[in-house]
């Protein structure tokens, strides 16, 4: 119902990047159409609509690109966008060793991985107290294999995990993983291409489970499939939900209310 602002802090990507990804996300056409633009009349009254709905909706998508961060302009940023634009929800790309944020900390001759837990902690602390959402990421080592994957996986620090709420590591399953689900496989039109192992969920009730899912990294769009144990084993409770919303007047008035600020003349008389 309501849009929520968010921001979005990308450290390697361009803006450019960005736009075609929401322009696939929205329309459910491969990005590579929009990179190569292949696309032709049959596609532009769908292109319309998602370009519609980028401009609509621009002042809530917002972007900032810090390709060498640091943990103070991390933090500035974080109070900037939120006491001056309400943005409530932050996105940051990944946390990395950036020359920086190495040499904010070089004076107190720290090793990498705890400048990185440094770093984590003032990204936790203007978190709170800004009372906001933030989502990152961060590397996992190359030496993964097969099976769950927990803290162990993390590269570069794993004291990451300790200041985090939720914490969850997306891979692609192995070979012999997919023949052990080949069963659940049956449920659905496609297999999994992609495996979430939730580790962490502070006062949460569901931890040390896998989400199956099928993953259109074209279109930056994600199906989950099924859940199971660590061990491959199915899990009773989860089942899939197929949502269907009929649109009457009614909720359209709600949305042009919320979206644009419009109060139809329905809305007078209610009121």
């Known amino acids: 119902g309501k849009p929520e602002k968010v921001l979005y802090i990308m450290t390697e990507q361009e803006p450019a990047e960005i736009q075609t990804m929401i322009l696939a996300y929205l329309t459910g056409y491969n990005e590579e159409m929009f990179l190569y633009g292949t696309f032709g009349p049959e596609h532009m009254d769908r ?17 900032a690109q810090i390709p060498d961060p640091s943990a103070s302009v991390i933090k500035n940023l974080f109070r900037k966008y939120n006491l001056q634009k309400g943005v409530e929800n932050f996105f940051y790309d990944y946390i990395f060793s950036s020359p920086a944020m190495l040499n904010e900390y070089r004076d107190l001759g720290l090793r990498e991985d705890v400048c990185l837990r440094l770093f984590t902690t003032a990204l936790k602390n203007v978190t709170v107290e800004l009372d906001v959402f933030t989502l990152t990421a961060t590397q996992i080592s190359n030496d993964d294999g097969d099976g769950f994957k927990d803290f162990r996986n993390i590269r570069g620090s794993k004291a990451i ?7 969850c590591i997306m891979s692609r399953p192995s070979i012999e993983e997919l023949k052990v689900v080949a069963g659940f496989q049956k449920l659905f039109s496609f297999s999994p291409d992609c495996v979430t192992d939730i580790f ?5 009730r569901w931890t040390m489970v896998r989400v199956w899912s099928k993953m259109d990294l074209g279109t930056c769009r994600r199906y989950d499939l099924f859940v199971t144990t660590p061990d491959l084993k199915a899990i009773g409770e989860f ?3 197929d949502f269907f919303q009929t649109k009457d007047q009614e909720l359209i008035d709600l949305e042009l209310f919320y979206n ?11 009121l």
Do not use: H, P
Not at 47 to 63: H, P, R, V
Not at 260 to 270: A, I, L, N, S
């Open 200 to 204: 962490k969920n502070r006062r949460g």
């Open 239 to 241: 089942q899939i939900v």
């Open 161 to 167: 995990v300790d200041l985090c709420d939720f914490a």
């Open 47 to 63: 292109i319309s609509k998602a370009l519609n709905i980028m401009e609509m909706y621009k002042d809530n998508f917002l972007t």
């Open 260 to 270: 644009e600020g419009e109060v139809t003349d329905d809305m007078e008389q209610q």
